[in-house]
T-cell receptor
Framework: KQEVTQIPAALSVPEGENLVLNCSFTDSAIYNLQWFRQDPGKGLTSLLLIQSSQREQTSGRLNASLDKSSGRSTLYIAASQPGDSATYLCAVTVTGGFKTIFGAGTRLFVKA | ETGVTQSPTHLIKTRGQQVTLRCSSQSGHNTVSWYQQALGQGPQFIFQYYREEENGRGNFPPRFSGLQFPNYSSELNVNALELDDSALYLC???????????????FGPGTRLTVL
């Protein structure tokens, strides 16, 4: 059974700091891994999608890596801003059944 | 280009009742997935539809059922509501990926369901 874990559960950093969010999964039989952002009470916004054959993806100040063999992904946020404050979720789409499994998220607060 | 829309925004029901939630996919998307998100948790996958057929299902009982229409809009139906069904219900659509359902998912704003 696929399980997705995100560490830390919450994080508070000063503006301008570079930070890393971690995601681990127990089964490497995945199609892809996706990172999302969720603002309170809102839907999810897709940030980056990494296919299982890829190692990383970049968009602006965000960089996500994937190590399928070790079951790990990291989301790197450069030069954090107060507007980055949100919950960040990672999700894997598993082979055999097309289920998407989410972690519980990391709540990020960037202080001005 | 119109994004994913969901209706209603909020809904209050009593235990034992039935509810229907609606989702309109983003233009050009033919796959839709439904999720349940309890407070403080990540979304839980309910099921996915591709071309009006169920393409995958999570660990939810049969009283959770769905439909996808020829225009790729979708409904989530929940019968015999229980208190634990109170949650944010999210719909996501995606363009055709290969295999089906493995492309980027675009989420709607959700429907907040409260069961009393």
């Amino acid at each position: 059974k696929q399980e997705v874990t995100q560490i830390p559960a919450a994080l508070s950093v000063p503006e301008g700091e570079n930070l890393v969010l971690n995601c681990s999964f127990t089964d490497s039989a995945i199609y892809n891994l996706q990172w999302f952002r969720q603002d309170p009470g809102k839907g999810l916004t897709s940030l980056l999608l990494i296919q299982s054959s890829q190692r990383e993806q970049t968009s602006g100040r965000l960089n996500a890596s994937l190590d399928k063999s070790s079951g790990r992904s990291t989301l790197y946020i450069a030069a954090s801003q107060p507007g980055d404050s949100a919950t960040y979720l990672c999700a894997v789409t598993v082979t055999g059944g097309f289920k998407t499994i989410f972690g519980a998220g990391t709540r990020l607060f960037v202080k001005a | 280009e119109t994004g994913v829309t969901q209706s209603p925004t909020h809904l209050i029901k009593t235990r034992g009742q039935q509810v229907t939630l609606r989702c309109s996919s983003q233009s050009g998307h033919n796959t839709v997935s439904w999720y349940q998100q309890a407070l403080g948790q990540g979304p839980q996958f309910i099921f996915q539809y591709y071309r009006e057929e169920e393409n995958g299902r999570g660990n939810f009982p049969p009283r959770f059922s769905g439909l996808q229409f020829p225009n790729y809009s979708s409904e989530l139906n929940v019968n015999a509501l229980e208190l634990d069904d109170s949650a944010l219900y999210l719909c996501a659509s995606s363009p055709r990926g290969y295999p089906v359902g493995t492309d980027t998912q675009y989420f709607g704003p959700g429907t907040r369901l409260t069961v009393l």
